[in-house]
Structure formats: C-alpha cells, structure tokens
C-alpha cells in the first residue's frame, strides 16, 4: 500500500480506538507509519483523513448486511424481512460500538468543519439508498429520490435512534421484537383510523 492507503487504514484504527475528537494527526502518523506531510498531501486536513476513514468504516458495516449477499430468505418488503435485519444488526453493536461512538462525535463537528459537514450529508444520502434495499429487496440503482428521501429516511431515522438508545444501555434498547411490534401497530392504527374514515364517510353519503 502507499502511503495514501496507510494513512486511511491507520486513521480507521485510531478512530476506532480513540474516536474522533481524541485523534490527533501524530496519533495517525504513528499508526500507518507515514508522515504529518503526507496528510495534507493526500487528503488536505487531519478532519478530512477521519471523515473518509468514518464513511468507509460505515460501508464496510453496511456490506455485513447486503441483501444479496445475505441470501435473505424473507421477502423484500415484509415484516419478516424488517424483523430479520434489525435482528441481524443488532447482533453487530456489540462489535461495532466503537464506530456507533464516534458517529455521535462526529455528528456535532459538522458546523466547525465544513468539509466534514458535506461528506457527511453525502453519506447519509448514500445510507438510505443502502437501507431501502436492505429492507425491500431491491437493486438500489432502481431507486427513484423519493423513495430515498422518504422510506431511506424513515429506516434511517430508526437506525441512528436505535444506535442512540445503545449507546446509552444496551439492555433497555428495543429490540427486533420491539421495533416489529412497534410497526404492526403503526400498520394496525393506520388501517382502522382508514377503516373509520371510509365508514364516516359512507354515513355521511347516506344521510
């Protein structure tokens, strides 16, 4: 690897290892073994190097669950497919519980940094587009922008709520079990709020 590559691989250690704030560019150059020289040269500041070693450390996350990879046998869409991905990440906070904790570092850097604000706002796009096709099954390159937008946002924001929840205890966090539950009765009220609403209005025709 040159030094490019070092810098990138040592900055994902010391992220996971000391989060984002605590970082410091010697602490970079010490763990891949370049120079201080070498990260402006290759990726123009210290915040920079940390944010892209962040997004690629959250692709790699994300590649753990890639529904055609995964062989999910529930279908796209469903409330079993739901319930299986949410199960299968949380079996991964455990292992990635660093990461989740330098997210929440990162998420208040944005207005001191504004690089790291763009690429980040980038990311996230890119991170809804992943979580729709987790949860439907289908190829993201089919995703039209509100589709991303809206059912990518929905999915996301449950995501970084559940990773908040986490963070502070693991043991209330709600689980797979939970959020499903949670779904079916969001499903459940809709379709009887729906259900009146028709009937309402057929006793209005009537009358």
């Known amino acids: 690897m040159g030094h490019r590559e070092d810098l990138l691989?040592?900055?994902?250690?010391?992220?996971?290892?000391?989060?984002?704030?605590?970082?410091?560019?010697?602490?970079?150059v010490k763990e891949s073994g370049t120079?201080?020289?070498?990260?402006?040269?290759?990726?123009?500041?210290?915040?920079?190097?940390?944010?892209?070693?962040?997004?690629?450390?959250?692709?790699?996350?994300?590649?753990?669950?890639?529904?055609?990879?995964?062989r999910e046998a529930e279908p796209g869409g469903s409330v079993e497919r739901f319930h299986s991905v949410w199960a299968r990440m949380?079996?991964?906070?455990?292992?990635?519980?660093?990461?989740?904790?330098?997210?929440?570092?990162?998420?208040?850097?944005g207005d001191r940094v504004p690089q790291l604000r763009d690429l980040m706002a980038k990311?996230?796009?890119?991170?809804?587009?992943?979580?729709?096709?987790?949860?439907?099954?289908?190829?993201?390159?089919?995703?039209?922008?509100?589709?991303?937008?809206?059912?990518?946002?929905?999915?996301?924001a449950l995501l970084n709520g559940l990773m908040v929840q986490w963070l502070f205890d693991p043991a209330s966090a709600s689980t797979a079990d939970d959020l499903t539950e949670g779904l079916r009765r969001v499903i459940d009220a809709a379709a009887a709020a729906e259900a009146k609403g028709r009937g309402e209005g057929q006793d209005e025709g009537q009358g």
């Open 90 to 109: 949380l079996e991964s906070f455990e292992d990635f519980r660093p990461l989740w904790g330098a997210s929440m570092e990162i998420a208040t850097q």
């Open 35 to 70: 120079n201080l020289a070498s990260i402006g040269y290759h990726y123009g500041s210290k915040d920079a190097l940390l944010t892209q070693a962040f997004v690629e450390l959250i692709q790699e996350w994300g590649e753990k669950f890639d529904p055609a990879s995964a």
């Open 9 to 28: 691989e040592g900055a994902k250690r010391c992220l996971l290892e000391k989060g984002f704030v605590r970082t410091t560019a010697r602490d970079i």
């Open 123 to 156: 990311a996230q796009i890119e991170g809804r587009s992943g979580l729709v096709a987790m949860m439907t099954g289908l190829d993201e390159e089919t995703l039209d922008e509100r589709t991303v937008q809206s059912l990518g946002g929905f999915y996301q």
